[in-house]
């Protein structure tokens, strides 16, 4: 059964502005509280030591709809049990993964502005991912914010699910919300927080 991306949160595991939680216990702690879609992200590891914690995030999804996707590696999220992918503007082609994948795995790509989206949707994207909307400290980004004006006119071209990226907490996700995002994609604001599980659940709880 194929599965589809809902409205709602998507966790980008992240230990390089942080090390207090490992990737496995900030998925953990984000399924636990709701978040429907958790993508492993984890350039500073080798390809084994990937694969292994891939495998046990895998392990961790307790509900039917809730996703595990890997960043830029359709070929670990295979072997690993990932319910697919996200490719950059650089990676590989949207095709050329679900080639690889199979098409009932979800693959989703990245976009900074509305002809990129335009191009995402156009390859058979998943979903379309547009950032960075406010400024962010995780990913190094050759471009100012995107914000709230792009979103929302990204957000009245593109008919597949949006997903808004980059520099999005608490305090402004309901303006992400309100322009249009059919999910928010989050990183410091969970990893970096206090109390990651209780951070998530606050965010879920803007969709209910």
């Known amino acids: 059964m194929r599965k589809q991306i809902l409205q709602g949160v998507y966790l980008i595991t992240d230990t390089e502005g942080q090390d207090r939680y490992s990737h496995i216990e900030l998925a953990d702690a984000a399924y636990r509280s709701g978040v429907q ?3 492993y992200r984890a350039k500073d590891r080798s390809d084994r030591k990937a694969l292994a914690e891939i495998r046990e995030i895998a392990d961790l999804k307790s509900k039917g709809d809730q996703l595990l996707i890997v960043n830029d590696r359709p070929d670990l999220a295979k072997i690993g049990g990932a319910d697919g ?3 950059g503007q650089d990676d590989l082609p949207i095709s050329a993964a679900k080639q690889l994948l199979g098409e009932e795995a979800i693959v989703g790509g990245t976009s900074a502005n509305l002809d990129e989206a ?9 979903y379309v991912a547009l950032g960075h909307i406010f400024a962010t400290s995780t990913k190094e980004k050759k471009y100012a914010p995107r914000g709230l004006n792009t979103l929302a006119r990204v957000r009245q071209e593109i008919h597949s699910p949006l997903v808004a990226i980059g520099g999005i907490t608490l305090e402004n996700a309901p303006q992400v919300i309100d322009a249009g995002a059919d999910v928010i994609a989050v990183s410091s604001a969970i990893c970096q927080a206090e109390n990651p599980q209780q951070t998530a659940a606050g965010l879920v709880g803007l969709f209910q």
Not at 118 to 126: I, L, N, P, T
């Open 85 to 87: 992918v996200h490719l």
């Open 118 to 126: 335009r191009q995402v949707e156009k390859a058979g994207a998943d």
């Open 37 to 39: 879609m958790v993508q």
